[in-house]
């Protein structure tokens, strides 16, 4: 769960957290000093700046440690773990390149997208690895040149990893799964498709077919078994603008019962609710918006509106589209512990 953020409450308290197992917030405002990196309570308040710095923040899933990408930019290559409490700090080998990081649920490991390239420096693939948090040891699972991974989804149990691919430079990804300790060959899992987000079942954004050589630019929410059989098409969401994609997935909200999301396109990202046993699909009112974390009971989630700048908000809503106060305002890169809890300080 990533996204982005800032804090509501001017200048920054310092917070007093526990020291494991924290259910915290973590963001990265969006003006001042670059890599500067914000923990704070469930409600956004009493945060406090980390000594280390780094781009594109992820708090763990038990709250303890943050993933970053070590600066001047987000393409350095190396990850850096931060310990929420202490701001001890692990910078490990030159793998990672890009803006994705996804912690398994374990919160031992961290999945990061790699990159080839030519001599004269141009790109010629985008791969997977997966970190260690503990050692900073790194392990290549999709080697990265000819290839083009972009999306990842961590199995609940840590031992698999759901991930989008496809020739460097095709329109359209499949979706394959991989053993998370490079133990087995990538396994197909359905073809046109993204995004893949893994709960009961594991909900992508599929592709609808096109012309050949055409790209695919149309997209419902599909789920599919982890072993690849009975794909099912949830929505069917329909739209005249060819500046509008469709729905995709990016968490499932506890219980299983609801998929959270949004319609995508050119500078479209609207807020849906996605019933996972009937396919109804109910917008929820936010446009530009990113799903930055659900709270356990299913009932609460967390979301950031605006993409970028001081227009940034960051709020509460509940699972029906009620939505609260803005906690934080004009931040980035919004995450949040998995025991998170809307109220409590």
Same mark, same amino acid.
């Given at each position: 769960? @990533?996204?982005?953020?800032?804090?509501?409450?001017?200048?920054?308290?310092?917070?007093?957290?526990?020291?494991?197992?924290?259910?915290?917030?973590?963001?990265? *405002?969006?003006?001042?000093?670059?890599? !500067?990196?914000?923990?704070?309570?469930?409600?956004?308040?009493?945060? !406090? &700046?980390?000594?280390?710095?780094?781009?594109?923040?992820?708090?763990?899933?038990?709250?303890?440690?943050?993933?970053?990408? &070590?600066?001047?930019?987000?393409?350095?290559?190396?990850?850096?773990?931060?310990?929420?409490?202490?701001?001890?700090?692990?910078?490990?080998?030159?793998?990672?390149?890009?803006?994705?990081?996804?912690?398994?649920?374990?919160?031992?490991?961290?999945?990061?997208?790699?990159?080839?390239?030519?001599?004269?420096? &141009?790109?010629? @693939?985008?791969?997977?690895?997966?970190?260690?948090?503990?050692?900073?040891?790194?392990?290549?699972?999709?080697?990265?040149?000819?290839?083009?991974?972009?999306?990842?989804?961590?199995?609940?149990?840590?031992?698999?990893?759901?991930?989008?691919?496809?020739? =460097?430079?095709?329109?359209?990804?499949?979706? =394959?799964?991989?053993?998370?300790? #490079?133990?087995?060959?990538?396994?197909?899992?359905?073809?046109?498709?993204?995004?893949?987000?893994? #709960?009961?079942?594991?909900?992508?954004?599929?592709?609808?077919?096109?012309? +050949?050589?055409?790209?695919?630019?149309?997209?419902?929410?599909?789920?599919?078994?982890?072993?690849?059989?009975?794909?099912?098409?949830?929505?069917? =969401?329909?739209?005249?603008?060819?500046?509008? &994609?469709?729905?995709?997935?990016?968490?499932?909200? *506890?219980? #299983?019962?609801?998929?959270?999301?949004?319609?995508?396109?050119?500078?479209?990202?609207?807020?849906?609710?996605?019933?996972?046993?009937?396919? +109804?699909?109910?917008?929820?009112?936010? $446009?530009?918006?990113?799903?930055?974390?659900?709270?356990?009971?299913?009932?609460?989630?967390?979301?950031?509106?605006? =993409?970028?700048?001081?227009?940034?908000?960051?709020?509460?809503? $509940?699972?029906?589209?009620?939505?609260?106060?803005?906690?934080?305002? @004009? +931040?980035?890169?919004?995450?949040?512990?998995?025991?998170?809890? *809307?109220?409590?300080?």
């Amino acid at each position: 769960m @990533g996204a982005r953020m800032r804090l509501a409450t001017g200048a920054l308290a310092v917070a007093v957290l526990p020291a494991t197992g924290a259910a915290v917030m973590v963001h990265q *405002p969006d003006a001042g000093p670059p890599g !500067r990196i914000v923990v704070s309570r469930d409600d956004g308040t009493g945060g !406090r &700046t980390l000594a280390a710095r780094g781009a594109i923040p992820v708090v763990s899933p038990d709250g303890t440690r943050v993933a970053a990408l &070590t600066l001047p930019g987000a393409y350095a290559g190396r990850v850096r773990l931060i310990d929420v409490t202490g701001g001890r700090a692990r910078t490990t080998s030159r793998v990672c390149r890009g803006g994705l990081l996804a912690w398994s649920p374990d919160s031992t490991r961290v999945a990061c997208i790699t990159e080839s390239a030519a001599a004269d420096g &141009t790109v010629t @693939g985008n791969g997977l690895a997966v970190v260690e948090a503990a050692t900073g040891r790194s392990r290549v699972l999709v080697r990265a040149p000819g290839r083009e991974v972009g999306s990842v989804g961590w199995a609940p149990d840590g031992r698999r990893i759901a991930y989008s691919d496809s020739r =460097f430079g095709a329109v359209t990804p499949d979706v =394959f799964v991989i053993a998370a300790d #490079g133990g087995s060959r990538p396994r197909l899992l359905i073809r046109r498709a993204d995004r893949p987000v893994w #709960g009961p079942r594991i909900a992508v954004a599929r592709y609808s077919p096109r012309p +050949a050589g055409a790209p695919a630019t149309r997209t419902q929410v599909w789920t599919v078994g982890p072993g690849g059989g009975g794909a099912r098409q949830l929505t069917s =969401f329909r739209t005249t603008s060819p500046l509008v &994609t469709g729905p995709s997935p990016a968490l499932w909200v *506890p219980g #299983g019962r609801f998929i959270l999301g949004a319609i995508g396109g050119t500078d479209t990202s609207d807020l849906v609710r996605v019933d996972a046993r009937s396919g +109804a699909l109910v917008r929820l009112g936010p $446009t530009q918006a990113t799903v930055d974390g659900v709270s356990p009971d299913g009932r609460t989630l967390l979301f950031t509106t605006g =993409f970028t700048g001081p227009g940034l908000r960051t709020r509460t809503m $509940t699972i029906a589209g009620r939505e609260g106060p803005a906690l934080l305002r @004009g +931040a980035a890169f919004v995450s949040v512990s998995r025991d998170w809890t *809307p109220g409590r300080r």
